[in-house]
């Protein structure tokens, strides 16, 4: 029987909806038998949606004295969200809609409970369901090796096959061996052949236990790292131990840490590293190396309350951290979650074991597992399917119903989808912002043959030019951490790539762009320098379909579209350029085009949320916009410079211009903000056609 210590408010909760399965439901699963009049096989659209009135938040908290549920309840939102909670508050229960087995609660729903720009008061799955009496302190080893036979045995090469291919002979390689506790050391390695663990971690600050070039004999002998290593790294060691596999990699002690030749070359191989590991463990919910894997020892076991029967073996548990949007993906604000370094480590792996401060998850790309429900059978397969609680990865097994049909257009929707979270995460070190993504673009590489050139798809260079932030950006005024290009040196992001600022960036990439609604369209042609010869060549080789799009000749500023550039072209242009820098510039940093230029006038933002500048022309008629302004930019109002990008042609719209606000620092340009332009305005002005070179 169900709880009777439950309120007649939780006892109208539809917990049947949260079934999905029990364990006792197992051995008729195991033979292929499914009741379709019970949850999860049960047609959803009846009743699993459905919300309970719980009444007022006061009233939840008196309930709370007889219900413990209702008490449950009430320190969840007392706990999560007490600045925002008001005693007449309406409080309402819903069970998970797809798979999970969570009950969220939701506050105000009638104003805004999805927090689409109301108030941001509902605990979207606050509580989980498990098993009466489930014990959550440590975890179970043998569900993990289960989820790793079931993986071996069912999945077949959709998880075997690594996204960088069969890979390449990597010149070193060392691993934490768990049995001699040291670091071994392998040379010219094919990565497939070995059989290891990755971890993915957050340091949390300077490690106490590092390999660098002093110590590397030292770390090499056996037993020298038993008791030297943070909790996280121990425990991890724990798991690869008790999975029956010898071999970890953890960079802090697997990267010469004071060396920048063994740093590129390990970072190079980052994609490799994470592709052909057997698994990668994700410690998500540790701040630093020192917080160690809920659930695997005393130091880090894991501790939530919970109800008692509220159906025939069903209980709920608390979780500890419920998510503040039903789409959310359940990392998304884990400490992991923020940090630039750990995105590549998830996107290349084909395997993650992911700890969490409640409970344990397994994802690979047929399945999720984790230790509340029970989806190991093959009756059942559990996949979030809104985009922003999807995987972060760059091949699926399966295609969501929001995901477009086009194999192509999917893949630059990833890329765009991959670029927005990556430039949301945060480095210690501002020059790592290249080498923090490096694996994700060599995948993307070894998937598509499509090549990249600091972020931005080399097929698609000059629509790449033209991404914008809705948030606001600041420039990235720190160099590459580690020397890069032809000539081997440390060099500034170029301020036309989106690695070259600091903030969430939005980028489309696609043909689809062009397209009768949209109409939008680069409007430049790209060059590039290189050394040995110095030579000018196009950036992008391959033709797109904006190339054979009709000329609007009838546009003055227009009137020298598509002029190539020569080196001819430069000495004229800027002679001091030509004869004495471009030698001394790295290939790659400095694009060249024809386009038009124009002054406009910008008039400082208001005190709207976006921050944006009005673009006036010399009449003081507003004819354009600004993006959105960082936190800390430096733009100021006045007399600026403005190139155009691109253009967006429909018929819902006059024709608009997509361009860039630059500054000059000797002759070279540099961008300062995206913005667009009114044609006929721009038109209106005085405008120049210019040689641009833009770094």
Not at 147 to 168: E, F, K, N, P, S
Not at 343 to 361: C, D, G, K, T
């Amino acid at each position: 029987m169900a709880d009777e210590g439950l309120c007649k408010f939780c006892s109208q909760i539809n917990f049947e909806a949260m079934r999905n399965p029990l364990v006792s439901d197992i051995p008729a699963l195991q033979q292929g038998r499914t009741d379709s009049t019970r949850h999860p096989f049960k047609d959803k659209r009846d009743d699993a949606h459905k919300t309970t009135l719980l009444g007022a938040f006061s009233d939840v908290l008196l309930r709370g004295k007889a219900c413990r549920l209702c008490q449950l309840i009430g320190d969840a939102l007392t706990r999560h969200i007490p600045s925002l909670l008001v005693e007449t508050d309406i409080c309402h229960a819903e069970t998970s809609f797809f798979g999970t087995r969570r009950l969220s609660i939701m506050v105000e729903i009638d104003t805004d409970a999805y927090n689409v720009g109301g108030p941001k008061k509902s605990l979207f799955y606050a509580f989980q369901a498990c098993n009466v009496g489930a014990s959550t302190a440590k975890l179970d080893i043998q569900w993990v090796r289960r989820w790793i036979d079931i993986c071996g045995r069912d999945h077949g090469d959709a998880c075997w096959r690594a996204d960088v291919g069969l890979g390449t002979t990597l010149e070193t390689i060392r691993f934490v061996d768990v049995k001699k506790r040291c670091i071994v050391t392998f040379n010219a390695v094919q990565l497939p052949s070995y059989h290891y663990i990755a971890l993915s971690y957050v340091w949390g600050g300077p490690q106490k236990l590092r390999l660098i070039q002093s110590n590397k004999a030292t770390m090499a002998q056996p037993g020298y790292l038993a008791k030297r290593l943070p909790q996280t790294i121990e425990d991890a060691i724990t798991v690869t131990e008790s999975l029956d596999m010898q071999y970890i990699w953890v960079d802090s002690l697997c990267i010469i840490q004071d060396e920048e030749g063994d740093k590129a070359i390990q970072i190079g191989a980052m994609s490799q590293i994470y592709g052909f590991a057997h698994l990668t463990i994700i410690a998500a919910s540790s701040t630093s190396a020192d917080g160690g894997l809920p659930g695997i020892v005393v130091l880090s076991k894991r501790k939530n309350d919970s109800t008692g029967e509220v159906l025939p073996g069903l209980s709920l548990m608390t979780a500890l951290d419920p998510l503040a949007h039903p789409n959310e993906h359940f990392l998304e604000r884990t400490p992991w979650n923020g940090r630039g370094w750990t995105m590549q480590e998830r996107v290349m792996s084909r395997r993650v074991l992911i700890f969490m401060q409640e409970q344990v998850y397994w994802i690979c790309r047929e399945a999720i597992f984790c230790e509340e429900s029970y989806f190991e059978n093959g009756a059942i397969r559990f996949h979030r399917f809104h985009a922003n609680a999807s995987e972060p990865t760059l091949v699926k097994s399966f295609r969501n119903f929001y995901e477009p049909d086009g194999e192509t257009i999917r893949f630059w929707k990833m890329y765009q989808s991959l670029v927005a979270k990556y430039t949301r995460r945060a480095f210690t070190c501002n020059g790592d912002v290249f080498d923090g993504c490096l694996a994700i673009l060599q995948g993307m590489s070894a998937l598509s043959g499509k090549e990249f050139t600091w972020g931005l798809p080399r097929c698609h260079f000059e629509q790449g030019l033209l991404w914008n932030s809705f948030t606001g950006v600041h420039r990235r005024e720190d160099s590459s951490t580690l020397p890069m290009t032809s000539l081997h040196v440390k060099v500034p992001f170029p301020s036309w790539s989106w690695m070259g600022w600091i903030g969430e960036v939005f980028i489309c990439i696609g043909d689809e762009r062009c397209d009768v609604d949209l109409g939008e369209a680069p409007e430049i042609l790209c060059f590039e320098h290189c050394h040995s010869p110095l030579r000018l060549e196009r950036v992008r080789k391959d033709a797109a379909i904006y190339d054979s799009l009709p000329s609007q000749v009838d546009a003055d500023w227009k009137a020298h579209h598509g002029q190539t550039v020569t080196l001819s072209d430069i000495a004229t242009q800027y002679p001091q350029l030509a004869s004495t820098e471009l030698s001394k510039i790295p290939e790659s940093q400095i694009v060249f085009f024809w386009t038009s230029s124009a002054f406009f006038t910008l008039a400082p933002p208001g005190d709207d949320a976006n921050r944006s500048f009005s673009v006036m022309d010399s009449r003081g008629d507003v004819v354009g916009s600004t993006g959105p302004l960082g936190p800390k930019s430096n733009a100021s109002p006045g007399q600026h410079e403005f190139i155009v990008i691109g253009s967006r042609r429909n018929q819902f719209a006059d024709p608009v211009l997509l361009v860039l606000q630059i500054e000059r620092r000797r002759d070279i340009a540099y961008r300062v903000n995206s913005g667009e332009a009114n044609e006929a305005a721009w038109e209106a002005e005085k405008h120049a056609w210019k040689l641009i070179p833009l770094r």
